[in-house]
């Protein structure tokens, strides 16, 4: 078959384009990441009680993770195509991280001396950033195989969003059990766990995103 | 001609056309894969000259991913930056499989015993779509051929096999999107 034949055998009845799929497949793949998170959490660790949810911090770790999982998702869905502009999904994920280390020193700053190990340590920091990445390998699995689906062209960076949103996701169903009481712990670990997803993303993009 | 001027003025012919593809009109469809297979020969060519029916095969894979991937075209950019970010994509990933088989070195070293391509418009690639197409899925190749090849409409292929139009269009697209895997193997 020659090329002019090709052109005529995919012309032939085509109809119109369909419309871009990209929300429409990462937002159901992103839900069950994170439903998935949240099973690991309830089954492995134990969901907080009633009462954690009228505390602050509760909600400054959800708030974060969610921010950070819909900056990330944006940023993914731009790399989902061959061209897009990638500069203010990109400067909304690094805000949304920014702001939250910014949140981390203030609060690191206000803690009295003698609390201030506790605040950066916490009870779990050793575990915290590798169950947390752990907790969003599913999700990361899923976005990769939708993503490949789509047509990424720019896979490493695809790689980092990728893993980035999973870890975002991630995060939200691990909030629902992480007994941290700390915003500057928040800051550090929860950070390092999504970057540890984000950085799996980045290595295993080139062969997981071929299409 | 400038090679930025050239793709201004491909993107100026390119773009009406594709719009009007992309809402739906065939005849407009064919003559923009036309297009762009001209300038991906062009872009292939340039960048593997060596390798002139190889480059005519990844011409057909990157119409594939065209073909099964324009739902990605975001009508704000220009259809020649999506068009050939597609081909460098698939450039590189033909370098990367390259580069895991075999070494493409060898060809650049077996250099006097290449006869010279020059400049021919051979659209022929080394490998037989139609052979693949064999390859496929009985009900998926079906009805491509019914559709692609004999060019019945979608409601003449469906009384014809008996299936729903909503089948033959899920086999049609399923078989050229397992079609676009096997290109690459």
């Known amino acids: 078959m020659d090329t002019n034949q090709l052109i005529s055998v995919l012309s032939r009845g085509a109809g119109p384009a369909p419309a871009s799929s990209v929300p429409s497949r990462l937002i159901p793949v992103s839900a069950a990441g994170f439903l998935v998170s949240v099973l690991l959490s309830a089954s492995l660790i134990g969901l907080l009680s009633a009462e954690s949810f009228t505390l602050l911090i509760t909600w400054v770790k959800l708030g974060y993770a969610l921010a950070l999982a819909i900056a990330a998702g944006l940023l993914t ?30 609060s690191f700053a206000l803690v009295p001396d003698n609390e201030k ?74 950070t390092l766990g999504i970057f540890l997803t984000g950085l799996i993303g980045r290595m295993i993009a080139p062969i997981a995103l071929r299409w | 001609m400038t090679q930025e001027k050239a793709v201004h003025s491909a993107e100026i012919r390119l773009k009406p056309l594709w719009l009007a593809a992309q809402s739906g009109d065939e005849k407009a469809y064919a003559e923009s ?81 290449l006869p010279m391509v020059g400049e021919q418009a051979d659209v022929h690639a080394s490998r037989d779509l139609s052979l693949l197409l064999q390859a496929l899925p009985v009900s998926q ?25 909503s089948s033959i269009k899920v086999l049609v697209h399923r078989g050229l999107k397992r079609l676009s895997e096997l290109v690459k193997e």
């Open chain 1, 77 to 106: 869905a731009a790399l989902a195509k061959p061209v897009s502009r990638l500069d203010r999904p990109s400067k909304t994920l690094l805000a949304v991280v920014g702001a939250m280390l910014l949140i981390g020193l203030v």
């Open chain 1, 117 to 190: 190990s506790a605040a950066v340590f916490g009870q779990t920091w050793r575990s915290c950033s590798w169950i947390l990445m752990a907790f969003s390998l599913p999700a990361l699995l899923g976005i990769l195989l939708v993503l490949r689906t789509l047509a990424p062209t720019r896979l490493r960076q695809a790689g980092w969003a990728s893993g980035f949103l999973a870890g975002g996701l991630g995060a939200l169903g691990y909030a629902l059990a992480c007994p941290e009481s700390s915003p500057t712990f928040v800051a550090i670990w929860y």
């Open chain 2, 141 to 165: 190749r079906q009805a491509i051929e019914l559709t692609k090849l004999e060019g019945l409409s979608i409601a003449e292929a469906s009384n014809c096999s008996g299936l729903s139009e």
């Open chain 2, 33 to 113: 894969l036309f297009l762009m297979a001209g300038q991906l020969r062009a872009y292939f060519r340039r960048r593997m000259p060596f390798l002139a029916n190889d480059a005519e095969d990844l011409v057909q894979e990157t119409l594939l991913a065209v073909h099964l991937q324009r739902g990605t075209y975001d009508a704000n950019y220009p259809v020649t930056a999506w068009l050939l970010a597609i081909a460098r994509y698939k450039l590189v990933d033909l370098w990367r499989r390259r580069g895991r088989r075999d070494d493409l070195h060898d060809d650049v070293g077996d250099l006097d015993l």
